[in-house]
Every structure is written in structure tokens, then in C-alpha cells.
């Protein structure tokens, strides 16, 4: 298999549930991205790993917790989440050097339903 | 500091008619350039992007767009829209050089329709 792939692809909570989201990349790359894809409003940013170390949390709740055991996967652990965390979330990884400009890859998304 | 304005959240065209996507940039540095294109219930796909080569840059499924410095634009064309092309575009930023890890600054999204 090849490129991104994010599981599930839909998933609905209750708001004491917990769960994860998975990520995995069959691409060498060397950077991974959580994003948040909410209606009406811009794509964000969530997490960064490059080489498996954190290096960006755009302010997220502790409600989702991220893990990165190695440069293929990414996990989103989710609990206690409330319904305006109903949205796309996207995974994304990229090959970044010094040079930058690769570009990022996308898997399909998980489409999460806080009910 | 970059952002990302994409001019018109909804654009609306026949089909076989030209399509414009309009991107404006800003950046203190130089930038790096990207569309994509997300299909209902799916991830983004990479259009194409400007990485400071030729301006005139062309993607796949008859795309292309012109990395234009003086007007900081970077629109995206099609000569000759087909239905499969409904979508909505996102266009990005990057900054040029360095390590550009979780830099990627994403415009609002424009949703194509395209009428028979």
C-alpha cells in the first residue's frame, strides 16, 4: 500500500468515550501533520512531528493527545470531547530538508461525530 | 509571518468554460506556492506548486497557474472546465529554504461548481 492512510474513516463518540485515530505513511518521509477540517472555516493546524519528535502544538486542548512512535505513524488519541469537535481530521506528512517546497500528502481524513 | 486570501469562497462556471481561482499571498520572505483540490469526504491532492522555477507552473488534470511577484498572486487556470472538476481549491504557502516543518499556511478554500 501506498501513500497515506488514516483509519477509521468515520467515527462517532460519546463525549466520555475514548478512542484513536491512526495514521500511516508508506512514503519515507520524514515530517507528519495533524490538521482539523472544520465546516465554514480554514484548515488547522493541530500537530507537528518531524522525525518522530514533537515540535509544534498550535494550542490544542488536552482533550487530544498525539503520538508518534515512529516516522510512519501517527496516533490522535481523543477523550472527553465535546460536539464542536465534530469534524474532518486530516493527516498529512511531507519530506522536508533544507530546501523545503515537497509539498505535503494527505490521507482521506476520519470524519469524527461527537455525539 | 505568510498568509493565504483566496478571493471568493464560491465560484461558479459552465462547463467548457475558462476556469480562474484567485490566490494572494503575502510573506516576508520568499514563498513557496501550492493548490490543492479536495473531493467531497476526502483528503487534499496536491495540484501543483512554485518552488522558485518557472513561474508559469503546470499540474495535473489540465491545471496550471502563474507564480505572478509583482501582484503577489498565484491563480490558478483551466482552459476548459469538465464536471469532474467540482471541488473545492485550497491554495498555500510555504516559506522558501530553511526547514518549512508545519509551516503550511492554507487560504480559506474556493468550491467550484460546474454547471452542464
Known amino acids: 500500500e501506498t501513500g497515506v492512510t488514516q483509519t477509521p474513516r468515520h467515527l462517532v463518540m460519546g463525549m466520555t468515550n475514548k478512542k484513536s485515530l491512526k495514521c500511516e505513511q508508506h512514503?519515507?518521509?520524514?515530517?507528519m501533520y495533524w490538521y482539523k477540517q472544520s465546516a465554514k472555516k480554514p484548515l488547522e493546524l493541530m500537530f507537528v512531528?518531524?522525525?518522530?519528535?514533537?515540535?509544534e502544538n498550535n494550542s490544542v486542548p488536552s482533550r487530544f493527545s498525539p503520538e508518534c512512535p515512529n516516522s510512519s505513524h501517527l496516533f490522535l488519541h481523543l477523550h472527553t470531547l465535546q460536539p464542536e469537535d465534530s469534524a474532518l481530521y486530516l493527516c498529512?506528512?511531507?519530506?522536508?530538508?533544507?530546501?523545503?517546497?515537497?509539498?505535503?500528502?494527505f490521507g482521506s481524513g476520519t470524519r469524527l461525530t461527537v455525539v | 509571518a505568510q498568509s493565504v486570501t483566496q478571493l471568493g469562497s464560491h465560484v461558479s462556471v459552465s462547463e467548457g468554460a475558462l476556469v480562474l481561482l484567485r490566490c494572494n499571498y503575502s510573506?516576508?520572505?520568499?514563498?513557496?506556492l501550492f493548490w490543492y483540490v479536495q473531493y467531497p469526504n476526502q483528503g487534499l491532492q496536491l495540484l501543483l506548486k512554485?518552488?522558485?522555477?518557472?513561474?508559469l507552473v503546470k499540474g495535473i488534470n489540465g491545471f496550471e497557474a502563474e507564480f505572478k511577484k509583482s501582484e503577489t498572486s498565484f491563480h490558478l487556470t483551466k482552459p476548459s472546465a469538465h464536471m469532474s472538476d467540482a471541488a473545492e481549491y485550497f491554495c498555500?504557502?510555504?516559506?522558501?529554504?530553511?526547514?518549512?516543518?508545519?509551516?503550511?499556511?492554507f487560504g480559506q478554500g474556493t468550491i467550484l461548481t460546474v454547471h452542464p
Open positions: 498529512a506528512s511531507s519530506q522536508e530538508s533544507v530546501t523545503g517546497g515537497g509539498g505535503y500528502t
Open positions: 512514503l519515507g518521509h520524514n515530517a
Open positions: 512531528y518531524n522525525f518522530k519528535e514533537q515540535t
Open positions: 510573506s516576508s520572505v520568499p514563498p513557496y
Open positions: 512554485y518552488t522558485s522555477a518557472a513561474t
Open positions: 498555500a504557502v510555504s516559506p522558501a529554504g530553511g526547514t518549512s516543518y508545519g509551516k503550511l499556511t
